[in-house]
């Protein structure tokens, strides 16, 4: 069973063609999506570029402005740790889970 998406996206890549094929799935359905921008503590990331290109994605698959308001959270999983800001680092995955918890709709 699937209620909500966690669109996990590389910080460096961007969106890959498996993005693309997930989050159409998941739009077609439409399930909440919570984008997951990872590996933020890499050299060559650019969150801000690939949040652009998130959009871009979503706008491309037709999203509706329900869809297109989805919510982003910045994650380092090799050190276990998420935020919400960027300005403000993580010290744990707790904004990542509250975030699935606030979106997911019951059972």
């Given at each position: 069973?699937?209620?909500?998406?966690?669109?996990?996206?590389?910080?460096?890549?961007?969106?890959l063609p498996q993005t693309r094929y997930v989050l159409q799935k998941a739009m077609?359905?439409?399930?909440?999506?919570?984008?997951?921008?990872?590996?933020?503590?890499?050299?060559?990331?650019?969150?801000?570029?690939?949040?652009?290109?998130?959009?871009?994605?979503?706008?491309?698959?037709?999203?509706?402005?329900?869809?297109i308001d989805f919510r982003v959270v910045y994650t380092n999983a090799k050190a276990?740790?998420?935020?919400?800001?960027?300005?403000?680092?993580?010290?744990?995955?707790?904004?990542?889970?509250?975030?699935?918890?606030?979106?997911?709709?019951?059972?």
């Amino acid at each position: 069973m699937v209620d909500s998406v966690l669109l996990l996206v590389d910080a460096a890549e961007g969106p890959l063609p498996q993005t693309r094929y997930v989050l159409q799935k998941a739009m077609a359905r439409r399930l909440p999506v919570v984008v997951a921008i990872n590996k933020i503590d890499r050299g060559d990331a650019r969150p801000a570029e690939v949040l652009d290109a998130v959009y871009e994605l979503f706008i491309d698959l037709g999203a509706d402005d329900d869809q297109i308001d989805f919510r982003v959270v910045y994650t380092n999983a090799k050190a276990g740790t998420a935020t919400m800001d960027l300005a403000e680092p993580g010290a744990n995955l707790r904004p990542l889970l509250d975030l699935l918890v606030s979106v997911t709709p019951p059972p």
